[in-house]
């Protein structure tokens, strides 16, 4: 087949200049492209050029989301950012939110670190039993069951109290971020159970003074010191002291009741007569007797200016017997002189004829009262002697020479102490008994009961001496202190000082004052005392049980009464604070003092004295000594010269037994201690 020709077809020309006039084609548009990437770029590297690094870390303990205000470039935790002022925003669950202001400078790399609050816990807070007082770092937050009780995060101190069990103490470690948490504890009771009996049954039994059952008896009865008793109609009392630790019981097994003692109830004509049954002193008449049944006891009764009587009594059990005894006196001869003559004379307040120069009087205690008006009365006491005539001598003085010579009421030392007068020979317990009934709850054996008699005026310190002022005399003095309490700052009472330091100090503030020291002293060391001496001294013991217990014509048991325990805040003592420093408490008493407070910090008793029953216990002057129990009235006692250990009367802070914290309860000592401090005294004349 013969090949066809091939036709060439000329292709379409046009000239460069017309194409280029006729369309601007995509050359030009990629040109405007290429510039815009251009300064895109160029802004770009602008902002790389001019931007600085800041680093935000952000503290929690779960992941956090960050923002920040205006044009920043993340890279993980930096952030590329121009200089300036932003709001940098973090938020995580459990936390609070935070919105800071950050300012980036000119640095090239720059921190922030954001710590995010956590979001209180959520605490549930139970006990066993329910309704515990429960306190989250000291402060009350209510009583369990507590649901859903919002607490900071980190550790927290909880305590539970609950009547009649232990505290609880707890340490809680709250999560917080709203996390809920529940506690749940256990409280462990704070008594024990005492079960006893008596043959026979059916005795009363009671705690402290509060009935609590009969026999056979078992008795939950609270941590502590407690003091039981057994009372059965036509039998003894019976008593026993009961240590209790939480959760130790007890069985005193069965408790065989001795028959109950007669009482005679005896009186006498004078009244005031002394009284021995079978030697032992029994008090002044008129009183009630305890007779032991089935055995005859020896009874007698004396007093000074009268014969002395003697009987034999026999009594059958619980029964009961009056008895008065008319004393025969002794008499004496008293002879008056008196000026001016026409004076009025009362012996015993009973008028004597004018003229009348010899009485007959029965040897005891008599007031002789002259007076005559324009005169100052006198009043004198006189004990007639048989067969030693004795002579009243009396000059009245006119009003304004007595007043010019009257006594102050009041005193104060040259370091500020105050002190008061006491006149107790005008007092209604001028004459009374110390120490205390063998039947008396708590009674120690040295607390046996004897008379005195206070006649002499005397200065008591309001006060007991303090820290300060006894470092004006030693310097160099630290009382110290107790598991972390001080016992030295200046106003709490010295403490830490023996009976020799207390008495030099007498006799150095004596001397400060230009008065005749009390105590005699050799070397330093105090050897004896001259009675007649009006320097400064430590209170006798009569002189300070008269000025603690007496109370118009009564002698109080403790300071705020006659019932045990106090009901109200009184003194100074061992209280529920006191525990972990004393070991033992008043249970439910709070005083807000673990050791002593300063001085004064509660009311004063009858006679507008401070502490004379708590804070500390004080040295008394007289040496250590039992009196006898069938001695006569002393007048005045300032016991022996010297001795090894001496007397310390009243309660302290480390006190919370019932027998320590009568009014009665003696100690003694020599050395300093902890508890023991002391106050002034001097005679007025």
């Known amino acids: 087949m013969p090949k066809q020709p091939v036709t060439i077809a000329p292709s379409g020309f046009t000239p460069l200049d017309q194409a280029t006039t006729r369309s601007p084609g995509p050359r030009k548009t990629g040109r405007w492209v290429l510039l815009a990437c251009l300064l895109l ?125 232990l505290p609880l103490a707890q340490t809680l470690q709250v999560t917080g971020r709203s996390v809920q948490q529940s506690v749940a504890v256990q409280l462990e009771p704070a008594w024990a159970t005492v079960t006893l009996d008596s043959v026979p049954a059916g005795a009363t039994v009671l705690v402290d003074g509060e009935a609590a059952g009969t026999t056979p008896a078992s008795l939950e009865v609270m941590q502590g010191e407690h003091q039981l008793m057994l009372q ?112 009025v004379v009362r012996i015993d307040g009973r008028t004597i004829d004018k003229g009348v120069q010899t009485l007959s009087l029965p040897a005891v205690e008599h007031s002789v009262e002259v007076s005559l008006d324009g005169y100052a009365t006198v009043r004198r006491q006189v004990t007639p002697r048989p067969g030693l005539p004795q002579l009243v001598e009396v000059t009245l003085q006119t009003q304004e020479a007595v007043t010019l010579a009257r006594i102050k009421p009041e005193i104060t030392t040259p370091l500020g102490q105050t002190l008061l007068l006491f006149k107790p020979a005008e007092s209604a317990l001028a004459d009374f008994t110390m120490g205390s009934s063998r039947r008396e709850p708590g009674r120690r054996a040295n607390e046996v009961l004897h008379p005195v008699a206070l006649r002499r005026m005397f200065y008591l310190q309001t006060t007991e001496v303090t820290n300060a002022q006894f470092r004006q005399f030693q310097p160099g003095h630290n009382s110290g202190q107790i598991e972390g309490n001080s016992l030295n700052q200046e106003h709490q009472p010295v403490a830490q000082v023996s009976w020799q330091q207390a008495a030099a100090f007498c006799n150095w ?69 006191s525990a972990y420093v004393t070991g033992r408490v008043l249970n439910g008493y709070k005083d807000g003092y673990v050791v002593s407070a300063p001085v004064a910090s509660f009311k004063p008793n009858q006679h507008r004295l401070y502490d004379m029953g708590g804070n500390v216990s004080e040295w008394v002057h007289d040496v250590y000594s039992i009196p006898p129990a069938n001695g006569a009235t002393e007048r005045d006692p300032l016991g022996s010269q010297g001795g090894d250990n001496y007397v310390i009367r009243g309660a302290a802070w480390t006190h919370a037994k019932l027998s320590e914290l009568r009014l009665t309860y003696r100690d003694y000592g020599q050395a300093g201690r902890d508890d023991v401090g002391f106050r002034l005294a001097r005679y007025a004349e």
Request: negative net charge; proline residues 8%.
């Open 41 to 165: 770029f160029a802004l770009v590297m602008l902002f790389l050029f001019s931007a600085r690094s800041l680093k935000i870390t952000v503290v929690a303990d779960v992941p956090a989301q960050v923002s920040v205000s205006g044009l920043a470039l993340p890279f993980g935790e930096r952030y590329l950012l121009l200089p300036g002022e932003y709001t940098v925003s973090a938020a995580a669950e459990g936390y609070q939110p935070l919105d800071t202001r950050a300012t980036v400078d000119e640095r090239d790399s720059q921190s922030l670190e954001l710590t995010l609050q956590p979001l209180p816990g959520l605490v549930s807070i139970d006990s066993t039993p329910t309704g515990a007082s429960v306190s989250v770092d000291g402060e009350s937050v209510g009583r369990t069951p507590i649901v859903d009780l919002e607490l900071p995060q980190g550790e927290h101190q909880l305590q539970f109290e609950e009547e009649r069990h």
């Open 232 to 343: 059965l109609p036509s039998f003894a009392d019976w008593q026993k002291t009961l240590r209790i630790e939480a959760g130790k019981d007890q069985d005193l097994g069965q408790v065989k009741l001795q028959p109950a003692p007669g009482e005679l109830a005896l009186s006498t004509v004078p009244s005031g007569a002394n009284v021995t049954l079978d030697g032992e002193f029994q008090g002044q008449t008129p009183l009630t007797l305890d007779i032991s049944p089935g055995q005859a006891h020896r009874l007698d009764v004396f007093k000074p200016g009268y014969q002395r009587f003697n009987d034999t009594v026999e009594m059958a059990a619980a029964t009961q017997a009056q008895r008065s005894v008319t004393l025969k006196a002794l008499l004496g001869e008293v002879r008056l002189r008196i000026s001016p003559a026409s004076a």
């Open 509 to 577: 503030l004596s001397e400060r004052e230009g008065l005749p020291p009390f105590y005699r002293q050799s070397n330093g060391i105090v050897t004896g005392y001259n009675s007649d001496a009006t320097g400064y001294r430590l209170p006798s013991e009569a002189e300070w049980a008269w000025a603690a217990r007496a109370s118009g014509d009564k002698l109080l048991l403790f300071p705020w009464g006659d019932t045990f325990p106090p009901t109200l805040v009184a003194e100074n003592y061992a209280d529920d604070t």
